[in-house]
């Protein structure tokens, strides 16, 4: 990661720091009702990894190219590029195929079809190219995906895996990207110049993503929904 590009300790505008609250509390409630591991079965472990990397696996660099393709100010496209740099040059997609192999948890037809819907109002949503909401979706993410990864490492151990290189290396770099993602949000906001109250706009992609989180994460019978 480029010196140019790092954004952790930035001091942002207020709003945006009351935008990081109200994100983070949605990426709370959703760590909060993550099924209980102790109470899975290895089906519903398996079902789990399955669903996220049928999502992650060919999404999460469409998802931050439209990120780029979005993005009015240079230093935005920066931020994104040495991302998706990472993601490529790195091979992450194939860093979770990995993952999901040792854990006996390659998608199904039917762990694709689960997720489905959900994905596909992402997708439309990302197609759209609105770059402070895109923005404030890929912030959420990393965000999450920085609370996510020891539980999803615990479930792919009980399942008797010992490839750990996914979840190492998101747990650590994400929180960069995320800070760096908050940056790019607030430069957005700056270049949009819209007189709407953020909430009026900005949050379309995170609801949209926590329900697609929501669909990858559920277990019948035991995952809480989250408002």
Known sequence: MSP????????????????????ASVSGDLLASLP????????ARRGIIARYSAVLEGNFIYWMTGAYLAARSRE??????????TEVRDSHPGMLRRFALAAYSVPSDLDALAVYPRLSAVRLFVGRLSAAPLMAMMAFFEGFIQGFMPYLAELAKRQGSEEMEYTD??????????EELF?????????AGD?????EYLFEGVYLLRDL??????????FRNVN
């Not at 209980?36 to 089906?43: A, D, F, G, N, W």
């Not at 940056?183 to 270049?191: D, G, T």
């Open 4 to 23: 140019s590009t790092t954004a952790v300790e930035t001091e942002y505008h207020p709003q945006i720091t009351s935008i990081r609250q109200q994100i």
């Open 36 to 43: 209980v591991i102790e109470q899975l079965s290895s089906e």
């Open 76 to 85: 935005s496209r920066i931020i994104i590029e040495d991302n998706l740099l």
């Open 169 to 178: 290396v998101h747990g650590v770099c994400d929180i960069e990207h995320s």
């Open 183 to 191: 940056r790019a949000l607030e430069l957005e906001m700056e270049l």
């Open 195 to 199: 007189s709407r109250e953020a909430s």
């Open 213 to 222: 989180i929501k669909a990858m994460i559920s277990s019948p019978g035991i």
